[in-house]
């Protein structure tokens, strides 16, 4: 499909048609409306086909969206305050010496690409040379200090007691991410491992191996990630998070993993004691990661341990590497340009201290008005998705009853942490490499993250900093977050309207809390523990619901031969319906407290009513443009639906998008009552 000539077509026609002139909207501009499409045919084109016009594809990105153009203004904005820190002259120490050195050593690429790989030589050689009788030894220092060959651990928050830790062991992460790139023999397929092949190759002779020995070392590595794949879940059963919840005991570890020495493990990756008890996730992939260990020769798992060693270190290190990596990310999502090194350069100065530069992000972009405004916004939100709870017919009354306990335990994050990281113990040296640096980085992140083992979970945390585009639900803390950046036009303006507003930011808030009740989120209370608090009925019910909806998704060609994946996005498609549906109700209650008419003439704001200006601002966050090769990526890999799909087969859902704009039967997008999906 060539989105651009489209849009070019499109544009042509909506100027005969004389567009609107953009007085009275802030986010929403009707000047990229589409008048030769009807509403009722296709309306993310209607809405959106001039802003790709607008936008065209640049070979720096596979897709390009509101949410990146949010992202670039960030970068800029990001970039200012990373470049001013260095222009101060810091102290040496001082967090700001430290944002600034990572940047500079991200950028040299004169001394990086004279040091090639010799920054990880060193540890090379040490793979090569470990003796056969300390092959124990070597994996335990690749554990901690490198990749997680074979399998993983790792605290995180209790799936049954949300105020403490656990310790969770899980499976291996696949280098290309999803089982049916090892599995399946299709076109596409093939063609992504044959790309993975050529990485493993080139990168390895980067490092400084023959073509004979990185071939060798290549399909040792494809042989082993083939078998752990064979094991892997698949996308639609990685969604049933209730599985995930294997508590053993020591011994019960140690008895089903005979192949590891555990209570070794732990003191020598960690630095903790054998846990009484752990999560174990992926209890049949852990246990061929583990059998492989124990089966492999000594060359199959040197040469595992030295692609793993090479590729995590491939960012840090001289073009040659990153090149290779970019190939790869070409075929896999059609991106024709790598991005410009100083994005790529921020990028990992963000990594590395986000929060530093957060808090300077927010004094200088973020004021207190916004937080307020968001504040009442979630509450408004929040009475809504109250309302539509009580008002269920599929659910009964003890259950309702326990929703509205979890949604009044909402706890909301708004625009940056109370209480900042302290990154004074991190230790950045520009007589050291660039590769060095960032080593000692992730050790300290990673230290971070084991010095909470045995303490309370510290519920002020933030997993996203202040800049970043997004935002997100977490069902064990039972909390939805919102970071600064994301509160901008198009998702929200104190300027605009409450239309713009509510169909922007609006309905992200009401995503994120339904997130709380969709079919992961439901498995845990408002204490955020993993608990059954539905009865069998309401289960059934919502089951059966469910399903409707991933068949609706289903039922979409993505690409020729390819459909969306319903079952693999159920979450966030159930979270998309429940956004516009709790969105509108609150927005309604909202122009009801103003004592504004929005069916009224004196309502309509460039001859829309509010109501249309909802759903166009909803299809307006959406607006972007995509290559084939990233919508086959996403499709697989992604949870989310595809841009378009968010808004045309989620609104065939919902009556009031119906009436605003006249569709009805025959129209494409028209759905029968008896045929929607209401969850929520």
């Given at each position: 499909m060539n989105i651009k000539n489209i849009a070019m077509v499109c544009i042509a026609a909506a100027a005969v048609t004389s567009c609107g002139n953009q007085q009275g909207l802030k986010s929403l501009n009707t000047e990229y409306l589409c008048d030769s499409i009807a509403p009722g045919e296709d309306f993310y084109d209607y809405v959106t086909l001039g802003w790709q016009k607008a936008h065209p594809l640049t070979d720096e990105y596979s897709r390009y969206g509101q949410f990146n153009v949010l992202s670039d203004e960030n970068e800029k904005r990001v970039k200012d305050i990373v470049l001013s820190l260095g222009e101060t002259k810091p102290e040496k120490g001082t967090v700001a010496y430290k944002v600034a050195t990572v940047y500079?050593?991200?950028?040299?690429?004169?001394?990086?690409?004279?040091?090639?790989?010799?920054?990880?030589?060193?540890?090379?050689?040490?793979?090569?040379?470990?003796?056969?009788?300390?092959?124990?030894?070597?994996?335990?220092?690749?554990?901690?200090?490198?990749?997680?060959?074979?399998?993983?651990?790792?605290?995180?928050?209790?799936?049954?007691?949300?105020?403490?830790?656990?310790?969770y062991v899980s499976a291996y992460s696949l280098g290309m991410g999803d089982r049916d790139y090892y599995l399946l023999e299709d076109e596409e397929n093939t063609k992504a491992r044959e790309a993975y092949r050529t990485l493993i190759v080139t990168q390895m002779k980067n490092a400084g191996y023959s073509e004979e020995d990185a071939n060798r070392i290549m399909e040792n590595v494809l042989k082993i990630e083939t078998k752990i794949a064979e094991e892997t879940w698949t996308r639609e059963e990685s969604r049933d998070i209730a599985r995930m919840n294997n508590v053993r005991t020591a011994e019960e570890l140690a008895s089903m993993y005979p192949e590891l020495d555990w209570k070794a493990y732990f003191p020598e990756t960690m630095g903790i004691e054998m846990p009484e008890k752990v999560i174990v996730t992926e209890i049949n992939t852990v246990k061929r990661g583990l059998e492989l260990m124990s089966s492999l020769s000594e060359r199959e798992i040197k040469d595992f341990y030295l692609w793993l060693y090479v590729d995590q270190a491939s960012s840090k290190l001289s073009d040659a590497f990153s090149d290779a990596n970019f190939e790869f990310e070409k075929v896999l999502s059609g991106v024709k340009e790598q991005r410009p090194r100083w994005?790529?350069?921020?990028?990992?100065?963000?990594?590395?201290?986000?929060?530093?530069?957060?808090?300077?992000?927010?004094?200088?972009?973020?004021?207190?008005?916004?937080?307020?405004?968001?504040?009442?916004?979630?509450?408004?939100?929040?009475?809504?998705?109250?309302?539509?709870?009580?008002?269920?017919?599929?659910?009964?009354?003890?259950?309702?009853?326990?929703?509205?306990?979890?949604?009044?335990?909402?706890?909301?994050?708004?625009?940056?942490?109370?209480?900042?990281?302290?990154?004074?113990?991190?230790?950045?040296?520009?007589?050291?490499?660039?590769?060095?640096?960032?080593?000692?980085?992730?050790?300290?992140?990673?230290?971070?993250?084991?010095?909470?083992?045995?303490?309370p979970v510290d519920k002020t945390e933030w997993g996203m900093t202040p800049q970043t585009v997004n935002a997100y639900y977490n069902p064990m803390a039972n909390e939805i977050v919102f970071p600064a950046a994301i509160l901008q036009a198009p998702f929200f303006d104190p300027e605009a309207t409450d239309a713009e507003n509510y169909g922007g930011i609006g309905v992200v808030i009401g995503h994120e809390m339904t997130h709380g009740f969709d079919d992961q989120g439901r498995n845990f209370d408002a204490q955020g523990n993993m608990v059954n608090w539905w009865t069998e009925a309401d289960v059934e019910a919502f089951n059966a619901l469910a399903q409707k909806l991933v068949a609706q998704f289903d039922a979409v060609e993505v690409l020729p031969g390819l459909n969306a994946n319903g079952t693999y996005t159920l979450g966030e498609n159930i979270a998309d319906q429940g956004g516009l549906r709790v969105s509108y109700t609150a927005f309604l209650a909202s122009q009801a407290k103003k004592g504004v008419d929005i069916n009224s003439e004196d309502a309509k704001v460039e001859g829309f009513t509010p109501t249309q200006i909802f759903y166009m601002n909803y299809a307006n966050i959406w607006a972007s443009n995509i290559r084939e090769e990233e919508m086959r990526r996403l499709t697989i890999q992604d949870v989310h639906s595809l841009a378009k799909n968010r808004v045309n087969v989620s609104l065939r859902n919902i009556t009031p998008f119906f009436e605003a704009f006249g569709i009805k039967e025959g129209d494409k997008l028209y759905r029968a009552p008896e045929d929607q999906v209401i969850i929520w």
């Open positions: 500079a050593l991200a950028m040299d690429s004169v001394r990086r690409n004279e040091e090639g790989a010799k920054p990880i030589l060193a540890d090379l050689k040490r793979i090569e040379e470990q003796p056969a009788d300390k092959m124990g030894e070597l994996f335990l220092w690749m554990q901690k200090n490198y990749a997680n060959p074979f399998f993983g651990a790792g605290p995180m928050e209790d799936f049954n007691d949300s105020n403490n830790y656990a310790m994005k790529r350069a921020l990028s990992a100065t963000e990594r590395a201290l986000g929060e530093a530069i957060g808090q300077l992000y927010v004094e200088k972009y973020f004021p207190e008005s916004s937080k307020q405004y968001m504040l009442d916004l979630v509450e408004n939100l929040r009475t809504a998705l109250g309302e539509h709870i009580q008002n269920l017919t599929w659910m009964s009354d003890s259950t309702k009853e326990n929703a509205l306990k979890k949604l009044a335990a909402f706890t909301v994050k708004i625009g940056y942490p109370d209480k900042w990281k302290d990154y004074s113990s991190m230790n950045i040296d520009p007589e050291k490499s660039y590769y060095e640096n960032m080593h000692e980085v992730s050790m300290w992140h990673q230290a971070d993250t084991y010095a909470k083992w045995g303490k």
